[in-house]
């Protein structure tokens, strides 16, 4: 089953990169269509590659023999990117990039910028190279009462690497610093069940919190980090089918204690208490 063609002209890139189910199982992908290839199994294949839904080809890929992990290498040949300096976004101009929604003029105005940039609705960076990383998706970005921008998705990524998180939600709207929401593994539930583990684990994720923090800028850093003792399960309308967290649910479930938790002054707070 072929899950895409990339027809690609250029003596320094492959001219054809074929992805069939056969040569790559479809677990080695990270996501497919509008998002990121993944690696690193991928990675043998063709490196990292980035397509659009708007765009007919691809718009980045890493060369063979300069590969960047962490980002989907510079724009190929024809292909302009930028970054939006109000809000981060990834803008983009190719001759293969679309014309328009067919009838749909107000979409179409909507996706493109006054000067004919295509909106990609992700957040990212370009480093000196020209190579592109994405971040986060700009729908959840957030302004803190400060007035600054903050993207939840690298923050969530950092505390995921803690062996007891099993998901969690950075969040802060209207608020003067962020906070996450955080759900514990199976095993740093039961680790917590008696007082001496519930201390070890807090004094686990406080460490946790204070190295996260020292890598963000200051306004990005957390106030603190709230253990949530419910679990978020498709069930309770708190995580996708695919196990992704739904943010605006659980910010519309929780948003009502999110000052009360942050006056508390405590690095580890526990809901319910």
């Known amino acids: 089953m072929v899950l895409g063609v990339w027809s690609i002209a250029s003596s320094s890139r492959p001219s054809v990169i074929l992805i069939t189910i056969d040569t790559l199982r479809a677990d080695h992908l990270g996501a497919y269509g509008n ?12 490196r990292e590659g980035r397509i659009f839904e708007q765009s007919y ?11 960047r992990r962490g980002t989907v290498g510079p724009p190929y040949d024809g292909v302009q990117c930028r970054i ?3 809000n981060g976004e990834i803008q983009m101009k190719s001759p293969a990039v679309m014309l328009g929604y067919y009838r749909d003029p107000e979409l179409t105005r909507r996706v493109f910028t006054d000067d004919g940039w295509l909106r990609t609705g992700d957040l990212g960076s370009i480093d000196a190279e020209g190579n592109l990383a994405i971040t986060s998706r700009l729908k ?16 969530e990524d950092k505390l995921a690497m803690h062996t007891a998180i099993d998901a969690c939600c950075v969040t802060g709207a209207n608020l003067p610093q962020p906070l996450a929401l955080v759900v514990l593994t199976a095993d740093a539930v039961e680790k917590a069940s008696d007082s001496a583990g519930r201390s070890d684990l807090e004094q686990s994720l406080i460490a946790l919190l204070e190295q996260v923090n020292a890598t963000l800028d200051p306004h990005e850093r957390m106030d603190c980090l709230v253990i949530m003792r419910e679990p978020w399960t498709v069930d309770n309308d708190l995580m996708t089918p695919t196990f992704k ?3 605006h649910r659980v910010e519309d479930l929780y948003a ?3 000052e009360r938790w942050a006056a508390l002054g405590k690095a580890v707070v526990w809901h319910p208490v």
């Open 140 to 155: 959840d970005l957030f302004k803190t009462t400060k007035g600054k921008y903050v993207a939840p998705g690298p923050i």
């Open 57 to 67: 080809a691809v718009s980045h890929i890493t060369l063979p023999d300069k590969p």
């Open 35 to 46: 998002e990121r290839v993944a690696t690193p199994h991928f990675d043998r294949l063709a």
């Open 256 to 258: 009502k204690n999110f």
């Open 245 to 247: 967290v739904k943010r």
């Open 84 to 86: 939006d300096p109000d």
